[in-house]
Every structure is written in C-alpha cells, then in structure tokens.
C-alpha cells in the first residue's frame, strides 16, 4: 500500500523533530564527558565552551580517584548500591512471596498494611526519631534500612508470583523442600526478569543517595558520593583533605570545572555500564503483571 504524499511529509518531521530532541537532549552529557578530559590551558582559552578537545587529559580523573575523601564516598556508594540492593531484593522477594500464598494467615492485613505505607508518609521528623532511637545516627546502615522495602515494588512482585502456576510448588513439596527450598529453588529462578528490574530501581536508588544522607550522616567520612558532588558543584570545593578549588588551579593545573564534570561522570557511569546486562530482563520486568492469560 502506498503512503500518501501527507503520511510521508509527516513521517519526515516526525524523525527531524525527534533528532533535534535527541540531539538537545545528549548534548549536556557530551558537553560534561569532553570537559572532563580537556587541558587546562584550552579549556581557559576557550571560555569553557569545548566541543572536542584538542588533546584529551585524564589528569582530572587522576586526581579525583587518588584523592581520600572522594575514594571513601565512592566505596561508600558502593557498598549501599551493593549491599543495599542485594538485602533490598531478598526481603522485597520474601515478603511478596508469603503474601502471594494464599494459606498465609492475615494476608489481608498485611497487604492493608502495606498500603499504608504507600499512601501516608510519616515525614521527615517521624523519619529522624525513628532512626535517632534505635540507635543508627552516624551509621551506613541508617542509609539502607529505611528504605529497605518499597511498598510498591513488594505488591508489583507478589502479582508476579500469583501468576506463577500453584502446581510447581506442590510438586515442590512433594519431592521434600520445604517453603524456603521452593523459594530458593523454584520461585527465586523464575524470577529474574522482576528480580533485574527491580535490582535496576534498587541500584538507582541507593547510588544516588543523598537525603537521607543529609539527615542521618554527621561524619564526612561516611557520607556518599552524592554529598561530594553536590559540595563539588555548589561550594566550588572538592571537600577533600581541606583543598579548595583555587588550590587546585595552582597546585595541581586543573581546571575547577574540570574536576566537577569528571566527578559527574564518574557517578553516572556505573549505571550506565550495569543497564545494558539488565536490559533484557528489564523489559520483561516492567510488564510483570501486567498481562495474564
């Protein structure tokens, strides 16, 4: 069938109007990747409007991850993107699955509870006491436990495993696994397109902690990378070791701007580089429960 001379001209402003918004839309990530790596002397002969360096320069790179304060918030990030994701996923997956049973006493109740959760939020005082009394002021932990369970992701799961077949986990048991066995064995292994992208939203969540941070952190030496950056690109100071920016234009020839944009990459790119190992189950995940036959 042939397309009309109208169908085709809209075809064509359709794919120019999304280029632009394309275009429009990355060039602040490429604009932040180039100054990262630009010289110092081009980017001031430029006014730090850089399109493609001349000669590329990791000398930013190099200072940031040689530098104290900046090493312990990144490892601190990545302990909460790790660490934090994997607890994340195990009691989301527990919790979603005992309430998916139906021999469970009081699922009602705990779904209403659930609920709760969703539609009320106590608020940042109620929030502050709660950690404050059982003791995890100044503690990592008070960045993860918090937030361990999203209400929404425990009922978005559990319509999951209410569409996994009742008959796989009789067999189960009848060949001797208890509820833990077929969780671990059976449930858990069919799980993985909700498990990546649930991990995925886990992940981002904790990566880019940062109020909570505020908060519930008073040591710098714990708080996460967040907290570094937002100081970085507000304070005009790297926060590391006491060395303002100007020191480092002096010391070190590195333009401030430089140093912020590295650090902006260096926090974007894990996950950049964890997204495409998930995008397969990913896009099978957001559909979960969405469609039963």
Partial sequence: MKAS???????????????????????PLYYVFVVSFTESHEYLQKNGFVLFPE??????????????????????????ATVGTGLSLFFTAAMAFGMSRK?????????????????????????????REIGLINSVWSLIIPVLISGWNVILMKSFFDSIPVELEEAALIDGCNDWGTFFRIVLPLSAPALAAFGLFYAVG???????AVLFINDFDKVPL???????????????????????????????????????????LPIL?????????????????????
């Fill in 5 to 27: 001379f109208g169908s085709r001209l809209f075809d064509v402003v359709n794919i120019v109007v999304l280029a632009v918004i394309g275009l429009l839309t990355l060039f």
């Fill in 55 to 80: 000669r590329w320069n990791v000398g930013a790179y190099k200072y940031l991850l040689t530098t104290p304060a900046f090493k312990n918030a990144t490892a601190v990030s990545t302990f909460l």
């Fill in 103 to 131: 021999r469970l006493r009081g699922r009602r109740i705990i779904m209403l509870m659930v609920l709760i959760t969703i539609l009320f939020n106590p608020g940042i005082i109620p929030n502050y006491l709660v950690v």
């Fill in 206 to 212: 904790y990566w880019n902690t940062f109020f909570n």
């Fill in 226 to 268: 967040q907290i570094v950056l937002r100081n970085m690109l507000i304070d005009s100071e790297t926060s590391t070791g006491g060395s303002t920016a100007a020191e480092m234009i002096s010391e070190q020839q590195i333009p401030t701007q430089t140093i912020k944009m590295a650090a902006v990459v260096i926090a974007t």
């Fill in 273 to 293: 580089a964890v997204y495409p190992f998930l995008q397969k189950h990913f896009t099978k995940g957001v559909m979960l429960g969405s469609i039963k036959g």
